[in-house]
């Protein structure tokens, strides 16, 4: 008797499966990955078939049946992943699982399907009726006529014609046309942003022995894994593409995990612009549909490539040859909801499971991946540039009336205008002031649920709690002593944004923060204004630090260098290292060359002088020795 091991996909916790359904000979064809529709107690749920065994130890006859199978489901290899994530990172094996089925699955949604159009096409008899001018309508003529130049589907007939479909089915019913369904793609939108080289440069000597060496890699039995060290502007993607032609030339499939969904955009458009319609992109901006269909190409093996941020680690490849993690520094990597995965583990994982090689690409390597991978360095960059000077100004010394805004990086960012040059300006909060205080009494707007500060917004004309989203209307008067003098202290991007408008009008200033980008292709839509402005200042958050490359800037400043080393996170340290470090390396990559200014109150702290200093190993070095006093990585886990 053949029976099937069944996942229920619910969200219940204390559910210990899987369960046992004896297979009828009508789904003789089930296998390991499928979903299938089941009966459970009196309801009919959904499950994934993670083992097929011959016996149970539930008595033959009080085994049911399953309903019927749901499409394909996943390959074997992902559901022993879903469920070691299970395990792992203590969810449940539906959350497990759920992470390794097409989209969609169990929603039931219209979109998460295929879409089926119909294909119209000019019979014999239609030219026939052209050519001897039959007795025909307005708009039936016109369709035929548009067919002479090929099939279309009813949804371009629509719009040239304006023809429905009563007037296609007429036109069919007289065997002028005939009509046959097809599954129609859904395909993100192409958002190119910068530029993009469609044909592969000449490699530099260090890229040559980078990938020569990752190549002697790729061809050892069993997985391996290195750091891939290169400083920003090194060229480390020019690497992973040419791993990625060799992988597809032996057949087999690669991911490229990129950090967030801002860097998205451009790190795809790099890759399709190179190898064309066998990338995928999987990614949280995509709609159902779309997601759904770059799912199945990838399942279907007609997509090799999968790009995206943590997610696409699930893409359903098979025979995966290379792994990829780009800036694998990036907090973006770990999961912060059920299932509390990291994708860098799981890439670990899905790499020993296929036997593939591991890379781990950034300038600013965690101390973990410092210590446990053997190092393949790009030191420098490829347009023969030295890294841009970095000039730190102590604001301890700074004259508080002056603003959040230094004089001197006022005067730096004046003068890029006056040169019609491009500016990143960096402040890691959103909002305009991070804190409302009443100037007659003192009393401090927090939020009620979190202890934290209500950071002001003035376009939403509220305050926001940015832990937990409360929002309230800014009030007018305080609540305490109803004095009505309030003042909105600090800065947040918005302030800045206003800021930079009074100063260096008339150049337009763009701001790129969770709340300017939100929905779908916000950031892309923000860079590629910002690319294409003649002499323009990006302004926000740390979005404004990954990935982008835009020759035309030649100055970045962070105003608040020191902000993420207070947070109370023993990674504080190693994120303010590395998010100085990626910004100072978005300046001066075009001929002008560039510049950096850092504004700190902390100006010694290690984080910050290596960043100005460019010393890449120098701060996992020293940052080691004092992990190794505290039972923390890369020493403990
Ligand atoms: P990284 O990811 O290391 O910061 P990128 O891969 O983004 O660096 O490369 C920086 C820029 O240099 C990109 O515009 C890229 O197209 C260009 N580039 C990379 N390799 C070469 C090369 N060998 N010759 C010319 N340009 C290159
Ligand atoms: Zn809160």
Redesign the pocket.
Known sequence: MSIARVEPLTTARALRGPFDYSIPDRLAEIEVGNVLQVPFGPRRLLGVVVELTETSEVPADRLAEPIRILGSGTTPELIELGLWIAREYCSTPARGLGLMLPPGTGTGGERTRARVEKLNGLTGEGREVMTSGGRLGTKQKLVLTSLLEGEMTGRELAERTGADGSTLKRLQERGLIKREEITVRRRPEGSVVG?A?VDA????DE?ISAVSELTTRLDSDGMSEALLA?????????VYLALVERVLERGQTAIVLVPEIGLTPQAVG?FQARLGDRVAVLHSALSAGQRYDEWQRLRTGEATVCVGPRSAIFAPVQDLGLIVI?EEHDPSYKQESDPRYDARQVAHKRAKANGSLLVL?T?TPRPETWRALDRID?PN???GLGMPPVEVIDMRDADPRSGPIHPKTMEELISVRARGEKAIVMINRRGFAPWLICRTCGHHWGCPNCDVSLIVHRESGQLICHHCNHAEPVPRACDTCGGTTLSQTGAGTQRIERLLAEHLSPIPIFRLDADTSSGPGGHGRILSQFDQAASAVLVGTQMVAK?H?F?EVTLSAILDADATLRFPDFRAEERTFSLVTQLA?RSG?GAAGGKVIVQTLAPSAPSIASAATHDSPGFPEGNSNAARRFPIRPFRR
């Open positions: 530029a080289a440069p000449v490699l530099t890229q290169g400083v920003t502007g090194s060229g480390k993607t020019e790099r780009d690409g300038a790009l960059r490829v347009d990935g490359d020759p390396g990559r």
